[in-house]
C-alpha cells in the first residue's frame, strides 16, 4: 500500500491537475478491471483461491515479517552451477547452456516469454534542446518510438526516450539510462541536498537517458490489453507464459539501446541501466536479458527483483501474485501462491542476478528505519552472495562476504556491488557510490 500511495503521489505531481483528477477518479475502475483480468488468469489456472499475502503496514494484523529471528530462511536454493539434469557446471563455455536453461525457466514460470513477432520500432529524434542542467551545459534530445502497429491499428505505441549529453564533449559518452520520468525543471526527493544525480553523471563527463516505462506498457493490469503485451496480443488476453510488465519495460530497454547504437553522442558499449522500486525490479531484468547493457544500478528491488523469494521477510510472493502486482509477470507466476509454494519455484533471485554476468551489478537499498522493512535488504544481501560463484567461474569477483555488514558500509571490492544506505526509497544516497563504483569498467572498455 506504501507503494501504491508514492506512486499516485508522484502521479499528481507529474501530471496536470485535470490528468490528476481523471486518474483519481478512475482508480476504481482500473482496480476492477485488474481483478477481472486476474480472475480470468487464476481460471486459465484452474486455482480457485490464492494465500493472501502479508500487510506492508507494520500495525496490522497481519503485518509482514520484520524480525530477523522469525524469518524462515530457505533450506536449499536452487543451484545456478547445475544443469536440470543434476549434473555440474565446470567451465565459462558449460555456463552458456546453462544459462539458457535459467533464462527459460524464469520465462516460463516468472517474467514471460517475448513473443516471437513483436512488431519494429522506429526512433525519431523530436526535438534537441541546447541547454543548461545546473551550471552544466547539455544537449537535451527528445526522442519517440513509434512501434510499428500496421497489424493491429486499434492500438499505437509510442516509447518516450530522452538522451542528455555534455554539449562540450567532443566523442562519444557513457550514459545511464533511468527507468523514470523527465520531471521538467528536474525533480529531487523532499530533503535531498547536493548536486542532484544527473549533474553528478555530468560532472564526470557522462550522460544520461530516462526511459518511460508506462509509455511501453501500462502498470497495471487493467493495461495489459493496450500497451506492447496489448499490440501483440491484438487486444486479447494474455497465455499463461506470456510477458508480463517487467519484461516488456526491459524490451523497452533493448530498443532504446537499438537507438543509441545510432546516436554519435552516446558511446553504445558504456550504458548502464538505473531503476528504483518496481523499476528496479525492470533494471534487474533488462540486466539480465540485454547483453549489450554494460552495468546495471539497481535500487530497493526486493521481492520480483533482487530479493530472495523464498525468505519470509517483508513482502512475500503472495503480495506479487495479488491482483495489484500480478501484471509485472507471466501468468504463470500465480500458482505460487497457492497451490504451490516459493519453495516449489525452479529459480530464485540469486540466478537473476547470475545471469548478469560477468557484467557489474550494484544493489542499492535504504535505512530500515528510514524506507521500512518491507523491502528486504538482508534478502538482497543474500542473493547477491549466492550469484557469486557464477561470477567466479566466469573470472570475476563475487561480493566476497558471506555475513551481513553494517549499514553503510560500501560492499564493492568485487563486481558484485552492495550498500545499505542512509536514506529512504530512493537510490540518491548511493549515486556517488555507484558512479565511482562504475568508473574502472568504463575506463577500462573506454
Known sequence: MKHILIFLILTITMFPSSNAQFFRMNWDSINQLNQQDHQLMMKKL??????????????????????????????????????NDGTSVKTPEQWKKRKKEIRELFDREMYGRLPADIPSVKWKISNINDTLEGKYPVCIKTVKGHVDNQGYPAISVTIDLTVVTPAQSEKPVPVIMEFGWNFPGGFKMPGQKGPSWKEQLLEQGWGYAILNPTSIQADNGAGLRQGIIGLVNKGEPRKLDDWGALRAWAWGSSRAMDYFETDNDVDQ?????????RYGKAALVAMAYEPRLAIGFIGSSGAGGAKLLRRTFGEQVENLASSAEYHWFAPN????????????????????IAICAPRPVFISVGAPNVEGTWIDAKGMFMAAVHAGPVYELLGKDGMGLEKMPPQETNCSEGDI????????????????YFIEFAKPYFDKNH
Request: proline share 13%; hydrophobic share 30%.
Open 46 to 83: 484452474g486455482i480457485e483461491s490464492l494465500r493472501p499475502g502479508p500487510s506492508g503496514n507494520p500495525e496490522d494484523p497481519n503485518a509482514a515479517n520484520s524480525d530477523e529471528s522469525k524469518a524462515k530462511t530457505y533450506t536449499s536454493l536452487p543451484n545456478p552451477l547445475v544443469f
Open 333 to 352: 507466476f500465480i500458482k505460487y501462491a497457492g497451490p504451490l509454494t516459493p519453495n516449489d519455484l525452479p529459480v530464485d533471485a540469486h540466478e537473476l
Open 269 to 277: 558499449k558504456r550504458v548502464g541501466i538505473e531503476g528504483l522500486s
Open 417 to 432: 556491488a552492495f550498500r545499505q544506505h542512509e536514506g529512504g526509497h530512493t537510490t540518491g544516497p548511493n549515486w556517488p
